[in-house]
């Protein structure tokens, strides 16, 4: 296989500022040392192992609120997170992101199109901020989708650095593919066999999981830089290094996604995203679509009559009374049925089995 080009580095070439605010400190050793230095993360510097292109190196994206008790405005602007990230407000002694002016002076609007406020993360909301960005250029995510900008044409792949430096000209799944990664089936990663060298793990281990390196005998990710420029980032925030994959680390990595915004998997516990509370759950698709709007457990589910009622299926199809675990939503009686949309355009308005039937 060709020898692997480390193209995905310039994803971020436009937050040289945060270099230039913090460079030259060592990453810290051990499994969890992200944890404990979310807010003064080196600059990036994976080991020069392939032929690279030469590019400003930049920090990862970190949570939008620096975790110091008792600052104030004037204290927040001064912070790193502020210039970064956009947490420039002091709210209850922390530094947070309030407005979109927030995120349109920070360093992730200019390089990931990040430049709206929601829900105390600075994230994507208009194609013109994706195009205007860095990571348009560099990875051809040019359009907003879960707000986050993606590819979403060939023309953006082929005019993007990804393309040019890297081959990676197709579009599958909001990223940029190359060769028989652009056939792969939704979802699915090929996970190469006989891993002997990085190059093995070069195409859809790297591009969708950031798994770049061979490590033991597998590709694993061991590179913040691989992660913030792979499709775990983007999709269920994968975008640091940690114990050979790329993972959450903090909550604002999980409110962009769509894992967050559909499900309300928005906060980084245990490196994987979660629900934590039941404003998670009301914010989310799942509750607007199926009423999934109370946290049970650690999953969203459907608790109350009032929110089958209020929910898109109800309307669609029938589903307005809460049935239990096991059928969530679902019709109440046949007068739910012959309410639906449903039964108006398919004749579905008899209740059988606790669904709407012809």
């Given at each position: 296989?060709?020898?692997?080009?480390?193209?995905?580095?310039?994803?971020?070439?436009?937050?040289?500022?945060?270099?230039?605010?913090?460079?030259?400190?060592?990453?810290?050793?051990?499994?969890?040392?992200?944890?404990?230095?979310?807010?003064?993360?080196?600059a990036?510097?994976?080991?020069?192992?392939?032929?690279?292109?030469?590019?400003?190196?930049?920090?990862?994206?970190?949570?939008?609120?620096a975790?110091?008790?008792?600052?104030?405005?004037?204290?927040?602007?001064?912070?790193?997170?502020?210039?970064?990230?956009?947490?420039?407000?002091?709210?209850?002694?922390?530094?947070?992101?309030?407005?979109?002016?927030?995120?349109?002076?920070?360093?992730?609007?200019?390089?990931?199109?990040?430049?709206?406020?929601?829900?105390?993360?600075?994230?994507?909301?208009?194609?013109?901020?994706?195009r205007?960005?860095?990571?348009?250029?560099a990875?051809?995510?040019?359009?907003?989708?879960?707000?986050?900008c993606?590819?979403?044409?060939?023309?953006?792949?082929r005019?993007?650095?990804?393309?040019?430096?890297?081959?990676?000209?197709?579009?599958?799944r909001?990223?940029?593919?190359?060769?028989?990664?652009?056939?792969?089936s939704?979802?699915?990663?090929?996970?190469?066999?006989?891993?002997?060298?990085?190059?093995?793990?070069?195409?859809?281990?790297?591009?969708?999981?950031?798994a770049?390196?061979?490590?033991?005998?597998?590709?694993?990710?061991?590179?913040?830089?691989?992660?913030?420029?792979?499709?775990?980032?983007?999709?269920r925030?994968?975008?640091?290094?940690?114990?050979?994959?790329?993972?959450?680390?903090?909550?604002?990595?999980?409110?962009?996604?769509?894992?967050?915004l559909?499900?309300?998997?928005?906060?980084?516990?245990d490196r994987?995203?979660?629900?934590?509370?039941?404003?998670?759950?009301?914010?989310?698709?799942?509750?607007?679509?199926?009423?999934r709007?109370?946290?049970?457990?650690?999953?969203?589910?459907?608790?109350?009559?009032?929110?089958?009622?209020?929910?898109?299926?109800?309307?669609?199809?029938?589903?307005?009374?809460?049935?239990?675990?096991?059928?969530?939503?679902a019709?109440?009686?046949?007068?739910?049925?012959?309410?639906?949309t449903?039964?108006?355009?398919?004749?579905?308005?008899?209740?059988?089995?606790?669904?709407?039937?012809?």
């Amino acid at each position: 296989m060709p020898k692997r080009v480390v193209a995905p580095s310039v994803v971020l070439a436009a937050l040289v500022t945060l270099v230039a605010c913090h460079t030259g400190s060592p990453r810290p050793a051990g499994e969890n040392a992200h944890r404990d230095r979310v807010h003064a993360r080196p600059a990036i510097r994976p080991e020069p192992r392939h032929t690279e292109v030469t590019v400003p190196r930049a920090e990862a994206p970190s949570a939008p609120r620096a975790e110091a008790p008792g600052m104030s405005d004037a204290e927040c602007a001064r912070e790193p997170a502020c210039e970064r990230y956009g947490a420039c407000r002091a709210v209850d002694g922390a530094c947070v992101v309030l407005g979109d002016d927030d995120c349109k002076r920070a360093a992730v609007c200019a390089a990931l199109g990040l430049c709206r406020a929601d829900r105390g993360a600075c994230v994507a909301r208009a194609d013109e901020d994706c195009r205007a960005s860095a990571v348009c250029r560099a990875s051809g995510r040019c359009r907003v989708e879960h707000a986050r900008c993606v590819a979403r044409s060939v023309e953006d792949c082929r005019a993007s650095a990804h393309c040019k430096v890297g081959k990676r000209c197709g579009v599958l799944r909001g990223s940029c593919c190359a060769g028989d990664e652009c056939d792969d089936s939704p979802g699915v990663t090929m996970v190469p066999l006989g891993v002997t060298s990085d190059a093995d793990c070069a195409g859809a281990p790297c591009a969708a999981s950031g798994a770049c390196r061979e490590l033991r005998g597998r590709c694993m990710a061991d590179s913040d830089e691989d992660c913030l420029a792979s499709d775990a980032c983007f999709s269920r925030g994968g975008c640091f290094a940690e114990g050979g994959a790329c993972v959450p680390l903090v909550d604002a990595q999980c409110a962009p996604t769509s894992g967050c915004l559909d499900h309300g998997k928005c906060h980084a516990v245990d490196r994987t995203c979660v629900s934590l509370t039941d404003a998670d759950c009301e914010a989310s698709t799942w509750c607007k679509e199926f009423g999934r709007c109370t946290l049970v457990g650690a999953s969203c589910q459907a608790a109350t009559d009032a929110a089958c009622r209020a929910s898109t299926s109800c309307l669609e199809r029938g589903d307005c009374t809460f049935q239990g675990a096991t059928y969530g939503c679902a019709p109440g009686s046949a007068t739910d049925c012959a309410a639906s949309t449903s039964c108006k355009r398919e004749k579905r308005c008899a209740l059988r089995d606790h669904r709407c039937r012809r």
